[in-house]
C-alpha cells in the first residue's frame, strides 16, 4: 500500500472512530497522525516524543498533551499500538495495520521486531474473545531473543563458562 493510500484509510478510521464516540474533529488529530505516519517504519516504534517533535517540525501548535490524548486516541481507534515493553527505551508505538494477522517476535537485546504472518492462529484468537468486548485489533507480542543476539549471546558465554 502507498503511503497516500494508508493515509486516507486511517484518516477515514480516525474520523469513524472520533464520530462513533462523540468526541470534537479538531484538525490538530488529524496533523499528529499525518506527522506519525512519517514515522511509520512498520516494526521501528516511535516514542511520543519524537512524534511531538516531528509534529512541531512540520509546523503543528498544538501541546505535548494533545500528543497524547491524539496517540491515546489512535490506539483505542486501533490505528497504532503500544509496544508492551521496550527494554531501556520506554513506551513506543507501531502502526497497527503492519501487524494485522501477525505474530511479532520481540527480541529483548537489540529491541528488533520479526512479523510472522500467522493468519489462523490470531483468527482464533479473535474468536476467544471475551464477552461484550470490542477488540481495537489483535496482536501477539513473544518476548525472547533474535538469531542474530543468540549467536552473539553465546560468543560471550563461552569463554565465562571456562572460568
Ligand atoms: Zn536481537
Same mark, same amino acid.
Given at each position: 500500500?502507498?503511503?497516500t493510500?494508508?493515509?486516507?484509510?486511517?484518516?477515514?478510521?480516525? %474520523?469513524? &472512530?472520533?464520530s462513533?464516540?462523540g468526541l470534537?474533529?479538531?484538525?490538530?488529530? /488529524?496533523?499528529? =497522525? *499525518?506527522?506519525?505516519?512519517?514515522?511509520?517504519?512498520?516494526?521501528?516504534?516511535?516514542s511520543?516524543?519524537t512524534?511531538? %517533535?516531528r &509534529?512541531?517540525?512540520?509546523?503543528?501548535?498544538?501541546?505535548?498533551?494533545?500528543? /497524547?490524548?491524539? =496517540? *491515546?486516541?489512535?490506539?483505542?481507534?486501533?490505528i497504532?499500538m503500544r509496544?508492551?515493553?521496550?527494554?531501556?527505551?520506554?513506551?513506543? &508505538?507501531?502502526?497497527?495495520y503492519?501487524?494485522?494477522?501477525?505474530?511479532?517476535?520481540?527480541?529483548?537485546?537489540?529491541?528488533?521486531?520479526?512479523?510472522?504472518k500467522?493468519?489462523?492462529?490470531?483468527?482464533a484468537?479473535l474468536?476467544?474473545?471475551p464477552?461484550?468486548?470490542?477488540i481495537?485489533?489483535?496482536?501477539?507480542f513473544i518476548?525472547?531473543?533474535?538469531?542474530?543476539?543468540?549467536?552473539?549471546?553465546?560468543?560471550i558465554?563461552?569463554?565465562?563458562?571456562?572460568?
Amino acid at each position: 500500500m502507498k503511503q497516500t493510500e494508508v493515509q486516507l484509510l486511517l484518516s477515514s478510521q480516525l %474520523k469513524d &472512530y472520533i464520530s462513533a464516540h462523540g468526541l470534537n474533529h479538531t484538525n490538530e488529530r /488529524y496533523e499528529i =497522525l *499525518k506527522a506519525a505516519l512519517t514515522l511509520d517504519e512498520e516494526s521501528t516504534p516511535f516514542s511520543a516524543r519524537t512524534l511531538y %517533535k516531528r &509534529y512541531t517540525e512540520l509546523g503543528g501548535v498544538a501541546t505535548r498533551g494533545c500528543i /497524547y490524548d491524539t =496517540l *491515546k486516541i489512535l490506539e483505542q481507534a486501533g490505528i497504532v499500538m503500544r509496544v508492551p515493553a521496550l527494554v531501556g527505551t520506554g513506551i513506543g &508505538y507501531l502502526f497497527g495495520y503492519h501487524f494485522s494477522n501477525s505474530v511479532a517476535v520481540l527480541c529483548l537485546y537489540c529491541g528488533k521486531i520479526q512479523l510472522h504472518k500467522r493468519a489462523r492462529f490470531t483468527r482464533a484468537l479473535l474468536a476467544a474473545k471475551p464477552p461484550q468486548t470490542d477488540i481495537a485489533g489483535a496482536t501477539v507480542f513473544i518476548y525472547g531473543t533474535c538469531k542474530h543476539c543468540g549467536r552473539k549471546e553465546n560468543k560471550i558465554k563461552k569463554p565465562n563458562s571456562r572460568a
